[in-house]
Nanobody
Framework: QLQLVESGGGLVQYGGSLRLSCVAS????????IGWFRQAPGKEREGVSC????????NYADSVKGRFTISRDNAKNTVYLQMNSLKPEDTAVYYC????????????????WGQGTQVTVSS
């Protein structure tokens, strides 16, 4: 009964902030690499940020460095994506995913995915 459930998306103005949450059930969050991905209409899914299993390295896409921060709360089995200084080009459906211990920003190593949460940034 492995599950990942995203929440926290919505409509925000240019320059605003949102915090996305991903709650894991059926497995221990710190045993897996966790990634945040996004997909806009007509575009391929792209990696945004990730952290490795058991306190390993984190990684960020160049487009979000300095604006987005990934974090986790192992006691709550929850991973977060804090998004600041949002731009219209950040508009997409955001997904969290769990996979092998390596932190990578491509989808292949990730086996379990949430249903996504919509983020829309107005201009």
């Amino acid at each position: 009964q492995l599950q990942l459930v995203e929440s926290g998306g919505g409509l925000v103005q240019y320059g605003g902030s949102l915090r996305l949450s991903c709650v894991a059930s059926g497995f221990a969050l710190d045993s897996y690499a966790i990634g945040w991905f996004r997909q806009a209409p007509g575009k391929e899914r792209e990696g945004v940020s990730c952290f490795s299993a058991r306190g390993g390295p984190t990684n960020y896409a160049d487009s979000v460095k300095g604006r987005f921060t990934i974090s986790r709360d192992n006691a709550k089995n929850t991973v977060y994506l804090q998004m600041n200084s949002l731009k219209p080009e950040d508009t997409a459906v955001y997904y969290c995913a769990a996979g092998f211990g390596l932190c990578v920003l491509w989808a292949a190593p990730y086996d379990s995915w949430g249903q996504g949460t919509q983020v829309t940034v107005s201009s």
